[in-house]
């Protein structure tokens, strides 16, 4: 079969008939899934940051774990690579493979199954492709259960934020998603299928969680559930000053749970400009219609730049509007954020959580959620993140970015060393992101000037030795790559040749280059 399958691929370039490649590839692969190529392949070639397009040599739509391994084993036979693609959400075509075989994940058989352990405990199986809003809903909504850590935007699959970490409000108490799956089912680079966990196959756990799917591609996860609340109180508080802000922000975050009904359940943080803008300015901080930013509420002293503490405390619908309003009020006492512009909303959990699939609702009818994405995400220590204020956000930044600007801390004590991960040193650093929608200013910077403007920020921390790492990290060197990783560089490397020697998976990271055997 391999060789039938090696004469038929030197055989077809680029100018094969897209039929001619579907057939061949099919029939030597024994697929129990699809194979397209060509103009049926074309989404392959892109990604939601729109800046990179990388045709593969086809796009795999795998039937279940023997498909993605069957397709890995062919890539190593034919010196090809193969990247599994989620729901195509990259910003730098991580998930690209330049004329190689392109696995669509959400293509997976539906693979879904909750065990309670308690009464307010359990897990989830779920499929590496599926998307985290379908587990919401399924989990909430069948068994009244939820998984404790999410990521802001929910369109997003298992198995893609897995490899990376999976951030929202919920890991300051949490963790990240990666601390929150307890086994996995992985396709490595040698196209061998392992059930792994804590207890089994171990190395290999802790490389896939948070490996930018380098070491293995996830087919399944075990998610652990909690007991999922029936109402999330919503809450926006703004400042003028950083320092008061962060001051509370890590108030909040290490607040103990057992101090009683007075902790939250989900913290975030974002600056905004003091400007009428709609998209980065005071219109973007209240909650509903209704709300209205009223500037005159702030000093005569506040600044351009100013920041928001988002907050939510869960509840059940059997606790009485006046105990939830107390438990609100105490949770709030002493906190430093101007006063009259606190903003407050019920919404079910549900409706919470997919709050920005409403927002992506409104980006698309404008327009702007199909143009360019140059977003850049970092994490910066808490020793850094003032210095990190005054220079990006009050002055690289000062016009803002024509869309959100997060900042807020969570604990490296949440966090798993033995994953791939790699982060500051110090217990308390803030996760940034500027998100930014290219079409969000009319006559706004080009797309190129965004990105250089990422590059001087990332370049200025360097400079100024910041004890920070990029988030979805993105490089073009391995020189740049060994930096990042720093002395789990090792480590890293190790593990790339113990799960995917001959680096086959996820070429779109440019990590490692494609290691073809001598004949």
């Known amino acids: 079969m391999i060789a039938y399958l090696e004469c038929f691929v030197q055989e077809n370039d680029t100018e094969s008939r897209p039929y001619d490649v579907v057939s061949g590839l099919s029939d030597a692969l024994d697929l129990q899934g699809t194979i397209d190529c060509g103009d ?79 009464n307010d405990s359990g897990y989830a199986d779920v499929s590496g492709g599926a998307l985290w809003e379908d587990v919401l809903k399924r989990c909430v909504r069948d068994y009244g259960m939820a998984p404790r850590s999410w990521t802001d935007y929910l369109s997003l699959t298992v198995g893609g934020t897995l490899s990376n970490a999976g951030v929202s409000g919920q890991a300051f108490r949490y963790g990240p998603q990666t601390s929150n799956v307890t086994e996995m089912e992985v396709v490595t680079g040698k196209g061998e299928t392992f059930v792994c966990s804590e207890a089994e196959n171990t190395e290999l756990f802790f490389s896939v969680l948070g490996g930018l799917g380098q070491f293995g591609i996830i087919t399944r996860a075990r998610v652990l559930l909690q ?43 974002f600056a905004f400009m003091n400007s009428d803008n709609p998209a980065d300015g005071l219109p973007s901080v209240p909650l509903h219609p209704d709300q209205v930013f009223e500037p005159t509420r702030l000093p005569e002293e506040a600044g351009s730049v100013l920041y928001c503490l988002e ?56 327009g702007i959620w199909n143009a360019p994405h140059p977003w850049l995400n970092l994490f910066v220590s808490k020793s850094d993140i003032a210095e990190f204020d005054r220079v990006v956000f009050k002055n690289i930044l000062k016009d803002g970015i024509g869309g959100p600007m997060l900042v ?51 370049q200025y921390c360097t400079k100024k030795g910041f004890d920070f790492k990029l988030y979805l990290p993105h490089y073009r060197s391995q020189e740049e790559w060994k930096r990042h990783f720093g002395n789990r560089w090792s480590r890293f490397v190790e593990r790339k040749t113990c799960f995917d020697p001959m680096a086959i998976l996820a070429p779109g990271q440019k990590i490692f280059p494609r290691n073809i055997p001598k004949s």
């Not at 309003?325 to 101007?338: C, K, P, Q, S, T």
């Open 40 to 118: 049926a392949a074309e989404q392959s070639a892109k990604d939601f940051g729109g800046m990179n397009s990388l045709p593969p040599l086809a796009l795999v739509r795998p039937a279940g774990s023997g498909d993605v391994a069957s397709v890995v084993r062919a890539a190593a036979n034919l010196n090809l690579t193969a990247a599994a693609r989620g729901n195509g959400h990259s910003i730098n075509g991580q998930a690209m493979a330049d004329r190689g075989l392109v696995l669509d994940m959400p293509a997976m058989e539906d693979h879904f199954r909750v065990v309670r352990t308690s």
């Open 227 to 269: 007991q999922a609340p029936d109402m999330v109180r919503w809450i926006r508080l703004v400042y003028t000053e950083f320092d008061a802000f962060t001051r509370d922000a890590e108030s909040l975050v290490t607040r103990r749970r057992d101090d009683g009904d007075d902790s939250l359940d989900y913290v975030e943080g």
């Open 408 to 458: 807020y801390p969570l604990l490296r004590s949440k966090w798993d060393d033995r994953t791939s991960v790699v982060l500051p040193e110090s217990e308390i650093f803030y996760i940034v992101a500027f998100l930014r929608f290219t079409l969000a200013y009319p006559k706004g910077p080009s797309c190129e000037s965004l990105v250089a403007q990422n590059q001087e920020i990332v």
């Open 311 to 366: 907050l939510a405390r869960h509840y059940r619908n059997s606790d009485h509007p006046s105990i939830v309003d107390m438990g609100v009020e105490r949770m709030l006492g002493g906190l430093e954020f101007v006063e009259g512009l606190e903003f407050q909303v019920d919404l079910g959990y549900e409706e919470f959580l997919l709050r920005v699939k409403q927002a992506e609702e409104h980006a698309r009818a404008s």
